[in-house]
């Protein structure tokens, strides 16, 4: 049995080898960075948090060259060493329907870039001291959350976009921590990936009330045995869920799951992706993309991007690096792939127009089966097909 899931893992990687192709390499200005945060992409331009360089890179996608750099973030130092707790920019936002981007800087202000001039046109501080992180957006109240994750306990802030104006504060006394917020239209709510909480040790996704006069955690959804990341939501109230570096050392094995936030059960467990940062989903392609920078097989680092499909069958994985590639976007209008790899630049790789369909993507080679519910049998079964931990097992077992 251990023999043949090698066997059956190695057939499952190539089958789907040559769904993206690198077409273009976009060289680092003005330097190489050693530390970067998120990405976006709007209107064909490519955005990338660069906190080495203290600015955001604008790059054109049709062009394949970088237009601009937005600069003037704040960066600080830690005994010699950049630190990503006080600097930025950090993590990124569009707001399409005001032609902005919002974009969190080191000393816990949130800088409001103009996409038609790229220039910073608001400087809202947020009172914390420590970087203002990440975002999330719902279009159709204009309200924007931003993290202070590294305040202790972390807040989650509440924006008005119209007014620019700090309208509330969510203190997460249990948590360590918080990462990505989501905006899920499907139920209009917004959610907090939070790594480690009270009552979830596994991590959680939180609902907040950012309803004026009631700003509060309203519901807790754990996770198992995850230290989730990244998360971001796909069709019919299913959000991917990356896990972060830590799940291996803290749980023993790596996975990243797909949840139904209408019931808070994993509805497929995608074994041997783990250590993501930034997650995105593309309604072209139907598939959700995980930045594993910080994967590992059998403990040696392999880091990777996942292209993963909306049932959770792994259908690429890219080979990237564990320094610069914990950030991921796809274009929503050609479903092309940008990671940035600080030994070679940013990489732009296309989608072979045969190889996916609008409505949610076709492997040109033949499919193993997969899964997208939560029996253990199916679990084992997915486990097998794809799992770069499963398979890892079964060579030290032979060995
Ligand atoms: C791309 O290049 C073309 C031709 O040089 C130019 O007209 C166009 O403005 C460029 N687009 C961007 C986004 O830079
Ligand atoms: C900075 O260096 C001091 C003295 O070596 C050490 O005590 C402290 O833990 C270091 N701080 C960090 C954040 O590494
Ligand atoms: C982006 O594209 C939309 C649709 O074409 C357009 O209305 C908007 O002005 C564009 N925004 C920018 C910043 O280019
Ligand atoms: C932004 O605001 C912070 C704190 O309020 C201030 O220290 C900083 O100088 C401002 N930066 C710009 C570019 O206005
Ligand atoms: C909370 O929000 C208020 C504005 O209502 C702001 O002045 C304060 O600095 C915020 N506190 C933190 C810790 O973000
Ligand atoms: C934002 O501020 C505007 C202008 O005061 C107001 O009309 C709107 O209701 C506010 N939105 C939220 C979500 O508070
Ligand atoms: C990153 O990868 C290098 C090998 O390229 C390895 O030596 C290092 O330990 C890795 N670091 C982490 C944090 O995984
Ligand atoms: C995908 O595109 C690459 C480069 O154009 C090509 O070499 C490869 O054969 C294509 N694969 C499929 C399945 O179409
Ligand atoms: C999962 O999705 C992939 C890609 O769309 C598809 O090829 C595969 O057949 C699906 N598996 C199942 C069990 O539905
Ligand atoms: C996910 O898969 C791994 C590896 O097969 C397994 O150890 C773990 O229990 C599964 N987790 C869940 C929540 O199903």
Known sequence: MLFQTTVVLAFAIGAYADLYSLVATIPWAPGTPSSTDQSAIYNGTYYLSDRTNKGVHIISLANKTQTGFVGGFVTGLVNGTLSSSISGPDGIVILANRNEMYVGDGDGTVKVINLFTNTIVANISTGSKKRADEFAYDPSTQTIVVTNANESPPIVNILNATTHLIIGNISFSGASGLEQPAFNPGDSQFYISVPQTTGAPGGALQLINVIKGSFSIAKTLPIPSCAPAGIVFGPANHVFIG?????????????SYIMDVTTGSIVANISGITGSDQVTYSAKTGYYYASAYLNTVNGVPTPILAVIAANGT??????????????????????????????????????????????????????PASTSKTSDAQNNRLGALFGMAVAAMAFAWLL
């Open 314 to 367: 792994v259908l690429q994985k890219i080979a990237t690096d564990n320094v610069t590639a914990h950030a991921v976007s796809v274009d929503p209008s050609t479903g092309n792939l940008v990671v940035p790899v600080k030994a070679k630049g940013i990489q732009i790789y296309s989608l072979n127009s045969t190889s996916t369909t609008a409505s949610g993507g076709t492997p040109t080679s033949s499919t």
């Open 243 to 255: 896990c972060s570096g830590s799940q291996v050392s803290s749980f023993g094995y790596s996975a």
